[in-house]
């Protein structure tokens, strides 16, 4: 009887297919390995690197980065929060991407971010609450003097519904500079866990779970006039990142567009209008779907009132709304020739 030899293979651990994925920061490259059937994301955070994130299944669209070369995909047969346009230009949420070769993703947000704004989970004081129109109203908190928070004016936290395990993310509408007063603008619904918290037991010094910061969205460092373009309280990050302007000496010209659906649903005119006072290369527009009898407001949405003069060379937009709008304004600048890498968005998405 004649014995087959032993491949020495079989009896060894054979090792992982990996592939070199170079992770392009607004500020540095960082190289890492990913084996076969390892999302991108657990990838990096393996070996040691840091990308913003938050669910970690798919949902939130936090960890979205753009393949720019090499082969990069995620699971079919399943809803993302991205657009089929953005899949096609590369956009992948990198928890759930598996890289079939080497690639390069680009990151939209420097890496130093995650090292001068770490994300913590602290409990904050409700400070004050104010309503700023039918369907919005205004949280105002204050961070624990022994706790270490910063944020990139753009970003924003989770917050617990006190009583309930409910939680809700929220946009940072104070400047970065206010790190231990924080103000966010939220929308209030007919139902919803946050909305009844705010309607009917909400009173100043309720403590409030807080996690933070998170996102990457906010000012991408190109030079150039800025389009600001928010629907509904979507204009909360753009007061951040409008306070955040108002320190830089470039006085490239700023254009905010404003739009809510109803009239009575508007917020902050007043505080636009101040704005505008001291700072000379803003200008904003406000606009309405309803029509109005006032003569300084527009009648139609945001994305409507969009022209050509809007887009002028080295423009860079910068979009936050729900998830209707975005996908308009993103397909309308585009077609006004604003090109792709100069529009960045945040979308809300339903709770």
């Given at each position: 009887m004649t014995i087959a030899p032993i491949d020495p293979l079989l009896d060894a651990d054979v090792a992982p297919v990996t592939h070199c994925v170079?992770?392009?920061?607004?500020?540095?490259?960082?190289?890492?390995?990913?084996?076969?059937?390892?999302?991108?994301?657990?990838?990096?955070?393996?070996?040691?690197?840091?990308?913003?994130?938050?669910?970690?299944?798919?949902?939130?669209?936090?960890?979205?980065g753009r393949v720019s070369t090499g082969a990069v995909s995620?699971?079919?047969?399943?809803?993302?929060?991205?657009?089929?346009?953005?899949?096609?230009?590369?956009?992948?949420?990198l928890c759930q991407?598996?890289?079939h070769g080497d690639a390069?993703?680009?990151?939209?947000?420097?890496?130093?971010?995650?090292?001068?704004?770490?994300?913590?989970?602290?409990a904050v004081k409700l400070t004050g609450l104010n309503w700023l129109a039918d369907t919005v109203a205004e949280l105002k908190v204050a961070v624990p003097k022994s706790v270490s928070f910063s944020f990139r004016a753009g970003q924003y936290v989770r917050l617990r519904v006190p009583g309930t395990d409910e939680w809700r993310s929220y946009s940072m509408a104070s400047g970065e500079r206010s790190k231990r007063r924080l103000a966010f603008t939220i929308r209030v619904l007919p139902?919803?866990?946050?909305?009844?918290y705010l309607r009917e037991r909400a009173a100043v010094g309720d403590e409030i779970a807080m996690e933070g910061p998170l996102g990457s969205f906010g000012l991408s460092g190109q030079s150039g006039p800025i389009l600001l373009l928010a629907g509904g309280t979507g204009l909360a990050p753009m007061l951040s990142i409008l306070e955040s302007l108002q320190t830089v000496r470039d006085r490239a010209p700023i254009r905010l567009v404003f739009g809510c659906a109803r009239g009575r649903d508007l917020f902050h005119l007043d505080e636009l209008e101040g704005r505008r006072s001291f700072m000379p290369n803003l200008s904003v527009?406000?606009?309405v779907d309803e029509p109005l009898e006032r003569t300084d407001l527009l009648c139609g949405n945001p994305v409507d009132t969009l022209t050509a003069d809007d887009i002028t060379p080295g423009t860079s937009a910068y979009l936050c709304g729900p998830p209707a709008m975005l996908d308009a304004a993103h397909a309308r600048l585009q077609e006004l020739?604003?090109?792709?890498?100069?529009?960045h968005s945040e979308q809300f998405l339903p709770s």
């Amino acid at each position: 009887m004649t014995i087959a030899p032993i491949d020495p293979l079989l009896d060894a651990d054979v090792a992982p297919v990996t592939h070199c994925v170079r992770l392009k920061f607004a500020d540095t490259i960082k190289e890492i390995q990913v084996p076969e059937g390892v999302s991108v994301l657990d990838a990096a955070a393996a070996a040691g690197t840091r990308m913003v994130h938050q669910c970690g299944i798919g949902t939130c669209g936090t960890c979205v980065g753009r393949v720019s070369t090499g082969a990069v995909s995620m699971p079919e047969g399943r809803v993302y929060p991205l657009r089929r346009d953005e899949i096609a230009a590369g956009m992948r949420l990198l928890c759930q991407a598996h890289a079939h070769g080497d690639a390069e993703v680009e990151l939209d947000y420097p890496a130093a971010m995650l090292d001068d704004n770490p994300v913590v989970l602290t409990a904050v004081k409700l400070t004050g609450l104010n309503w700023l129109a039918d369907t919005v109203a205004e949280l105002k908190v204050a961070v624990p003097k022994s706790v270490s928070f910063s944020f990139r004016a753009g970003q924003y936290v989770r917050l617990r519904v006190p009583g309930t395990d409910e939680w809700r993310s929220y946009s940072m509408a104070s400047g970065e500079r206010s790190k231990r007063r924080l103000a966010f603008t939220i929308r209030v619904l007919p139902q919803g866990a946050m909305s009844e918290y705010l309607r009917e037991r909400a009173a100043v010094g309720d403590e409030i779970a807080m996690e933070g910061p998170l996102g990457s969205f906010g000012l991408s460092g190109q030079s150039g006039p800025i389009l600001l373009l928010a629907g509904g309280t979507g204009l909360a990050p753009m007061l951040s990142i409008l306070e955040s302007l108002q320190t830089v000496r470039d006085r490239a010209p700023i254009r905010l567009v404003f739009g809510c659906a109803r009239g009575r649903d508007l917020f902050h005119l007043d505080e636009l209008e101040g704005r505008r006072s001291f700072m000379p290369n803003l200008s904003v527009r406000v606009t309405v779907d309803e029509p109005l009898e006032r003569t300084d407001l527009l009648c139609g949405n945001p994305v409507d009132t969009l022209t050509a003069d809007d887009i002028t060379p080295g423009t860079s937009a910068y979009l936050c709304g729900p998830p209707a709008m975005l996908d308009a304004a993103h397909a309308r600048l585009q077609e006004l020739g604003l090109p792709r890498e100069r529009i960045h968005s945040e979308q809300f998405l339903p709770s």
